[in-house]
């Protein structure tokens, strides 16, 4: 309960904290500053399942939050909460696995033609980056106002007003990194 109270003072810093080691590691592993040799390595036939599990990872998170979102709107705060965190864990464990094979094989090249390369692959990666580096913040933050304070007292902060605009960024951002998984490894 002490560490509860002592975040409860600082959520917006604790959110710049988690958005900055986030977003060191994000970078860090794509633009290989990882060494290599720190990691364990694991069999090539766990790199090549990390992309269907991290696309199974993000068709079920759309569905947490999807059902987070109709369990608030029926006013079931408890569920609501359930599938939020749920999404969170989900999130980690994507990303988790996804700096794990970027910091170890580098981004995954794109196999298709070049025009749909440029006109479509390029613009969907970087909107999907774009709105998951936006998104970041917002969802810490939210978490950290759920975690750090009751139903009740939430009712008095922003949570709700920036959970809205966080939900709908991530939903859209881990559809998007589904259709990239799709060019990448369905379709081409």
């Not at 810093?13 to 694991?42: C, D, E, I, K």
Request: glycine content about 6%.
């Amino acid at each position: 309960m002490e560490l509860r109270a002592r975040a409860r003072g600082h959520v917006r810093g604790l959110t710049a904290l988690l958005t900055v080691v986030s977003l060191v590691l994000v970078f860090g592993a794509a633009l290989g500053a990882v060494p290599r040799s720190v990691l364990p390595r694991a069999p090539d036939a766990v790199f090549a399942a990390i992309p269907h599990v991290n696309a199974v990872i993000s068709t079920v998170a759309i569905g947490t939050i999807l059902l987070g979102v109709r369990a608030i709107r029926r006013g079931d705060w408890q569920r609501h909460r359930a599938f939020m965190l749920a999404t969170l864990v989900l999130f980690v464990g994507f990303l988790a696995l996804y700096l794990y094979k970027v910091s170890m094989q580098g981004p995954a090249p794109f196999p298709g033609p070049d025009a749909v390369y440029q006109f479509v692959y390029l613009p969907t990666l970087a909107i999907h980056i774009v709105l998951a580096i936006v998104c970041l913040p917002l969802v810490y933050y939210v978490a950290l106002l759920a975690l750090t304070r009751s139903v009740s007292e939430l009712r008095g902060t922003t949570h709700a007003r920036f959970g809205r605009v966080a939900a709908a960024l991530w939903l859209v951002s881990f559809v998007l990194g589904n259709v990239v998984y799709a060019l990448l490894y369905l379709i081409y």
